[in-house]
């Protein structure tokens, strides 16, 4: 059954739907446990929102309760795999800044620094003053700030490469999943537009694309996020020594209802390259890849509202992903409840990035039958009524 693992899983062959960061890393650890993996992916690796984020590696951002203190986990996992060399020079650790434009929005981060620091994040109080002598420029309306030291940054597309180059598992592209192989309530293989392909196993980690052959019917949802690039100030050199998200990006994270009346929520995110990334936007129910004028426009105005040296930056590039959420705001990790040999991993949204490579590892473990190195047990696509999975 599902609970023990595939039978002989080191030496099973594990076929993964999806090529992002936790499809990548997933098939990484699988590998390092003796399994043979094809990776298919419908179009190319990082293709999706994996290839679309801004990359934060952030526990300073996330939510209270359990994806507060997965994204711990999760950050320590990069900084493990940073110094074991797998992630080296693709990890940076730096700090994340919280700041407040008014007292409402500085009661909220209040109350966001006690729940990081509770959850074990050391997290730094700073006045308005304060903030604007580490971030030269910023707006001297911010009334203060936290600062998160030990948060970081990866892009999703380089850490994809990485893992599935070191993975050296076998990835075919193009290869859209159109159905599941099923004999006597197993999974045996899949269907796909590049041929039939049978496994021991089989993860789906393609986001929305997980929705039909995983059957989770309405159980995953959309959510599109707009972001701007900037052109650089000086080669190589980051504007600032880490990312600024408003209380307004807390308060989306926290309650989905504010996030539904105010989809902007800045996050000002200073580039190696010198440039600034801006974004975002949180557009339930949307997975169009098109940006609008109204909401690059709220963006930026938002940005230059708390950092105004921005007004000497030119936009060159605006672009939008979609985020793959799930109906309870908590991702879906597990064994599908009712087709044996086949896993989920989905519904990460903006958190994918954070959490990418820990829940390929978690999800490796259920594969291969281990016991978990962190309960995820609240993640388990069965606290959904799903279908066959067919």
Same mark, same amino acid.
């Given at each position: 059954?599902?609970?023990? #693992?595939?039978?002989?899983?080191?030496?099973?062959?594990?076929?993964?739907?999806?090529?992002?960061?936790?499809?990548?890393?997933?098939?990484?650890?699988?590998?390092?446990?003796?399994?043979?993996?094809?990776?298919?992916?419908?179009?190319?690796?990082?293709?999706?929102?994996?290839?679309?984020?801004?990359?934060?590696?952030?526990?300073?951002?996330?939510?209270?309760?359990?994806?507060?203190?997965?994204?711990?986990?999760?950050?320590?996992?990069?900084?493990?795999?940073?110094?074991?060399?797998?992630?080296?020079?693709?990890?940076?650790?730096?700090?994340?800044?919280?700041?407040?434009?008014?007292?409402?929005?500085?009661?909220?981060?209040?109350?966001?620094?006690?729940?990081?620091?509770?959850?074990?994040?050391?997290?730094?109080?700073?006045?308005?003053?304060?903030?604007?002598?580490?971030?030269?420029?910023?707006?001297?309306?911010?009334?203060?700030?936290?600062?998160?030291?030990?948060?970081?940054?990866?892009?999703?597309?380089?850490?994809?490469?990485?893992?599935?180059?070191?993975?050296?598992?076998?990835?075919?592209?193009?290869?859209?999943?159109?159905?599941?192989?099923?004999?006597?309530?197993?999974?045996?293989?899949?269907?796909?537009?590049? #041929?039939?392909?049978?496994?021991?196993?089989?993860?789906?980690?393609?986001?929305?694309?997980?929705?039909?052959?995983?059957?989770?019917?309405?159980?995953?949802?959309?959510?599109? #996020?707009?972001?701007?690039?900037?052109?650089?100030?000086?080669?190589?050199?980051?504007?600032?020594?880490?990312?600024?998200?408003?209380?307004?990006?807390?308060?989306?994270?926290?309650?989905?209802?504010?996030?539904?009346?105010?989809?902007?929520?800045?996050?000002?995110?200073?580039?190696?390259?010198?440039?600034?990334?801006?974004?975002?936007?949180?557009?339930?129910?949307?997975?169009?890849?098109?940006?609008?004028?109204?909401?690059?426009?709220?963006?930026?105005?938002?940005?230059?509202?708390?950092?105004?040296?921005?007004?000497?930056?030119?936009?060159?590039?605006?672009?939008?992903?979609?985020?793959?959420?799930?109906?309870?705001?908590?991702?879906?990790?597990?064994?599908?409840?009712?087709?044996?040999?086949?896993?989920?991993?989905?519904?990460?949204?903006?958190?994918?990035?954070?959490?990418?490579?820990?829940?390929?590892?978690?999800?490796?473990?259920?594969?291969?039958?281990?016991?978990?190195?962190?309960?995820?047990?609240?993640?388990?696509?069965?606290?959904?009524?799903?279908?066959?999975?067919?």
């Amino acid at each position: 059954m599902n609970a023990g #693992g595939v039978p002989g899983a080191a030496s099973s062959h594990v076929l993964i739907v999806g090529a992002g960061i936790v499809g990548a890393s997933a098939a990484y650890f699988l590998r390092q446990a003796g399994c043979a993996v094809t990776v298919l992916d419908a179009s190319t690796p990082a293709a999706g929102a994996s290839g679309a984020s801004d990359g934060l590696v952030s526990v300073g951002s996330k939510k209270p309760g359990f994806l507060m203190n997965i994204a711990r986990n999760a950050r320590d996992l990069y900084v493990e795999l940073t110094a074991d060399g797998l992630l080296a020079g693709l990890f940076q650790q730096r700090p994340t800044f919280l700041f407040a434009r008014n007292e409402d929005e500085a009661a909220l981060m209040a109350l966001h620094g006690q729940d990081l620091a509770s959850a074990g994040v050391r997290v730094e109080s700073l006045t308005g003053p304060e903030f604007v002598r580490c971030i030269p420029g910023a707006s001297p309306g911010i009334v203060g700030a936290l600062a998160v030291p030990e948060d970081g940054h990866a892009l999703g597309y380089q850490i994809v490469d990485r893992m599935l180059k070191r993975s050296g598992a076998q990835v075919v592209r193009q290869a859209a999943v159109r159905r599941l192989s099923v004999q006597q309530g197993r999974v045996t293989g899949v269907e796909t537009d590049a #041929g039939t392909f049978s496994g021991d196993a089989v993860l789906i980690a393609a986001g929305l694309g997980s929705t039909a052959l995983a059957g989770l019917g309405e159980i995953l949802v959309p959510r599109k #996020g707009q972001i701007i690039i900037t052109d650089r100030a000086a080669d190589g050199v980051p504007a600032f020594a880490g990312p600024l998200m408003s209380a307004a990006y807390l308060a989306a994270k926290r309650n989905v209802d504010a996030s539904r009346r105010h989809p902007v929520s800045l996050v000002i995110d200073p580039l190696n390259t010198g440039q600034l990334l801006i974004g975002g936007t949180r557009e339930e129910g949307l997975g169009d890849r098109e940006t609008t004028v109204q909401h690059v426009s709220t963006i930026l105005r938002e940005a230059l509202d708390a950092y105004p040296p921005l007004e000497r930056r030119r936009v060159i590039r605006t672009f939008s992903g979609v985020r793959t959420a799930s109906v309870d705001g908590l991702p879906i990790v597990g064994w599908h409840p009712a087709v044996d040999g086949l896993a989920i991993a989905t519904g990460f949204e903006g958190d994918g990035i954070c959490l990418g490579p820990l829940m390929g590892k978690l999800a490796a473990e259920i594969v291969l039958g281990l016991p978990g190195s962190l309960d995820i047990a609240a993640l388990a696509p069965g606290r959904f009524t799903t279908g066959e999975g067919r």
